[in-house]
Structures are given as structure tokens and as C-alpha cells.
């Protein structure tokens, strides 16, 4: 089993940062790909970001050059660094981790772009 736990989500005005954190309860290196996904009312769940275990990085086309993603091995955390936000990456964001065949999901953190 996987435990991820979200946190770093808020209000924020268009044009500003927010840097979101995974934190999970197994080492991180033995995960094979880790990434962050959203969902905005009303819409589906869509992939953001994702990193390997070789810090290989896919990007939606909508945040590429905006957002990055990062792994901490020491603190079994993975980032997602948002610059530039706007009104439209509003939704809840998800930590997801594939470990040994099976996807794990933390509860999510709301992000909020508004002025």
C-alpha cells in the first residue's frame, strides 16, 4: 500500500506561483512513475505531470513551460511548481503514484486562480 498526502493548494491571484508537495509513505525510488493529475468542476480528471523513476517528465500541453515537476528522494516527496497561473488551472489537484502494477491516489488540494 501507498499513502500519498497533497498539501501546498490555495488562492492565488492570475500571474502568481504556488508550489504543490506529495509526500508518500513508501521511498519514492522504488515508484515507478509518479505524477499529478486535476480536475476542474464540471470536467474530467486530466494528467498535468508526470516524472519517472529516471526524472523522465511528461507535460500537459497546457502547462508545459508553466509548471515543473520534481522528485525529492531524501524526503520521498515529489513537487509540482506552478508559475503563471491562470484563472483556468482552477480544479482540485491529485498525486498519483504507480507502484507494483497498481495506481495509488492521495485526496487532493484545491488551487484556486482568482483575483
Known amino acids: 500500500q501507498v499513502q500519498l498526502v497533497e498539501s501546498g493548494g490555495g488562492l492565488v491571484q492570475p500571474g502568481g506561483s504556488l508550489r504543490l508537495s506529495c509526500t508518500s509513505s513508501i521511498d519514492i525510488s522504488s515508484i515507478n512513475i509518479m505524477g499529478w493529475h486535476r480536475q476542474a468542476p464540471g470536467k474530467q480528471r486530466e494528467v498535468v505531470a508526470l516524472?519517472?523513476?529516471?526524472?523522465?517528465?511528461t507535460y500537459a500541453d497546457s502547462v508545459r513551460g508553466r509548471f515543473t515537476v520534481s522528485r525529492d528522494n531524501a524526503k520521498n516527496t515529489v513537487h509540482l511548481q506552478m508559475n503563471g497561473l491562470e484563472p483556468e488551472d482552477t480544479a482540485v489537484y491529485y498525486c498519483?503514484?504507480?507502484?507494483?502494477?497498481?495506481?495509488?491516489w492521495g485526496q487532493g488540494t484545491q488551487v484556486t486562480v482568482s483575483s
Open positions: 498519483q503514484a504507480l507502484w507494483n502494477s497498481q495506481y495509488y
Open positions: 516524472i519517472t523513476g529516471r526524472d523522465r517528465t
